[in-house]
């Protein structure tokens, strides 16, 4: 089973444009929701992660959004930039100390 | 920012041999993990250590792999007999309360 999905895919916007990528969970358990950047041949890197007992949380130009009853959460990278492509990942997990499991990523291109 | 050490950045095997891939997590997190992800595909939880143990192992992280913390900054993962399949990126995270991921080891087995 799945606990992670992601969509889409892959994801060409251009500069400037609000690319939205989206997870939806499994286990209502699941506390801690981060997104992941991964360029080519590094290491995923926390952007942001929020919580469930808020619905949104900003921090740059990316805005998480996160509803509970649908177990569903998003990316929202206002302003995009040719720097900002990259692969995002969304994960979830209990907390601290248990595995987290990741979706399958979206790969953005923002075209200048 | 305090950052996950990850070494060698890239290891060339032959099928059959055993690797040891090495990190360094950061200095007073309590919670180690090793992930990987084939070329193109997601990233896949291997195994989490807490207090000198293995916490939890997923189905990957069957009887040939093995992890250790040899002293009190290195953190392992050994692999003892490599097959082609393993060839992936290998990622080490440590966590407090959120993770932080090291840059990786490619594992190329041939």
């Known amino acids: 089973q799945q606990q992670v999905k992601q969509s889409p895919q892959s994801l060409i916007v251009q500069k400037g444009g609000i690319p939205i990528i989206n997870c939806a969970y499994e286990?209502?358990?699941?506390?801690?929701f981060p997104w992941y950047q991964q360029f080519p041949g590094k290491g995923p890197a926390l952007l942001i992660a929020i919580r469930p007992d808020v619905s949104e949380k900003k921090e740059g130009r990316f805005t998480i959004s996160f509803n509970k009853s649908a177990k569903q959460f998003s990316l929202h990278i206002m302003d995009s930039q040719p720097g900002d492509s990259a692969t995002y990942f969304c994960a979830a997990g209990p907390g601290t100390g248990n595995q987290f499991y990741f979706g399958t990523g979206t790969s953005l291109t923002v075209i200048p | 920012e305090p950052e996950v050490t990850q070494t060698p950045s890239h290891q060339v095997t032959q099928m059959g041999q055993e690797v040891i891939l090495r990190c360094v997590p950061i200095?007073?997190?309590?919670?180690f993990y090793w992930y990987r992800q084939i070329l193109g595909q997601k990233v896949e939880f291997l195994v989490s250590f807490y207090n000198n143990e293995i916490s939890e192992k997923s189905e990957i992280f069957d009887d040939q792999f093995s992890v250790e913390r040899p002293d009190g900054s290195n953190f392992t993962l050994k692999i003892r007999s490599t097959k082609l399949e393993d060839s992936a990126m290998y990622f080490c995270a440590s966590s407090d309360y959120g993770y932080t991921f090291g840059s990786g080891t490619r594992l190329t087995v041939v």
């Open positions: 286990n209502t358990a699941f506390d801690y």
């Open positions: 200095s007073n997190h309590l919670y």
